[in-house]
């Protein structure tokens, strides 16, 4: 569930280190607004730690059976157990590449970009600015960007250790989670494809988070959603009820007040695969980094999910963008 993470960006995650772009300063949106993530350097996994989570990856768990009616209590733990353990299995599954459509929105500027995953790390050809299509000279300064990419594997060697850095990262949050909350059942729900299940969770007394990555969940509560058919994590909303300070402030503090919203979905029913990704978040946060006060305001969708196949590398893919305009 919980692994397109803070690298999220969204440089993904996703996958938490697809958003490999950075985004212009932002002023912090009203209360009322929704909004995601930003990359910030030592403590960005506590700014964006749940895009890293990204869910990207099929589950190994055979779909249950037997929820027609409200859960009991030990039910509702089991199908949370369960379902955490489906998103963790998933998120160390590297082998199903996709190609799709990343559109994410700031205050200052809208970007879509084509991206295609491979084994050498994500390619992106950027296809329009602010729903407005490339212009000439700027169509011809992308494409000289991914010629001067396809015959230099050292830019995308680096890329590909800083999405392997993200991902790390990212699983030390999933794996903290069953035991960093208290998951309380709240009943059924419809979903987009069905019934799905709801439970809040709060900070869990006597959690002692073992690095930075795992301190935010000290001070984490919200409510997560569960397709009990396929034992899937379909919505996670969290909100900061406290700020956080990391290395005793002296690193910098996440403000009291943030969310986060991922919503993930199966993008493979009409292909005849069990294929489970994110494909909406949102962000609104701020804090300081050292002595600079930041704010993060970010929308991420993805659509049009099409798999690649799974030996795919890098230049393969950039050829695969370059003939497609």
């Given at each position: 569930?919980?692994?397109q ?7 993904r995650?996703?996958?938490?280190a ?15 607004r929704?909004?995601?993530?930003a990359?910030l ?78 084994k050498d ?40 250790q ?21 998951y309380?059942y ?16 709060s ?9 930075l ?35 005793w402030?002296?690193l910098?503090r ?33 804090g ?19 798999p ?18």
């Open positions: 569930m919980l692994l993470f803070w690298s999220v960006p969204l440089n995650f996703p996958h938490p697809r958003y490999y772009c950075r985004l212009p300063k932002r002023k912090l949106p009203s209360p009322r929704k909004a995601g993530p990359k350097d030592n403590v960005q996994p506590q700014f964006r730690f749940l895009l890293l989570l990204a869910w990207a990856i099929p589950a190994v768990g055979q779909p249950a059976s037997g929820m027609d009616e409200d859960l009991t209590p030990a039910q509702g733990q089991a199908l949370v157990e369960t379902a955490l353990a489906n998103e963790l299995r998933a998120a160390q599954d590297g082998s199903h590449l996709m190609r799709y459509r990343l559109r994410k929105t700031s205050p200052r500027l809208t970007t879509t970009k084509d991206i295609c995953e491979t790390g994500d390619v992106a050809r950027l296809i329009s600015t602010d729903d407005r299509p490339l212009s000439d000279a700027e169509e011809q300064q992308e494409v000289a960007r991914l010629q001067e990419l396809l015959g230099d594997p050292g830019k995308q060697r680096k890329r590909k800083s999405e392997d850095t993200d991902a790390g990262r990212a699983l030390k949050v999933l794996s903290a989670l069953p035991t960093a909350f208290n309380q709240e009943g059924p729900a419809e979903g987009p494809t069905g019934k799905v299940e709801k439970f809040s969770f900070p869990r007394h006597g959690f002692s988070p073992p690095d990555e795992t301190q935010v969940l000290t001070v984490m509560a919200g409510e997560i959603t569960i397709d009990p058919a396929h034992q899937r994590v379909v919505r996670l909303e969290g909100h900061v009820q406290q700020d956080v300070d990391f290395g402030g002296i910098g996440l403000n009291r007040g943030g969310w986060i919203v991922i919503e993930q979905a199966d993008v493979g029913p009409d292909r005849g695969i069990d294929q489970w990704r994110i494909v909406h978040f949102q962000m609104a946060m701020s300081r980094v050292f002595f600079k006060s930041r704010t993060f305001d970010t929308t991420e969708d993805e659509s049009q999910f099409a690649l196949p799974g030996g795919e590398d890098y230049h393969t893919a950039i050829r695969t963008l370059l003939a497609d305009r």
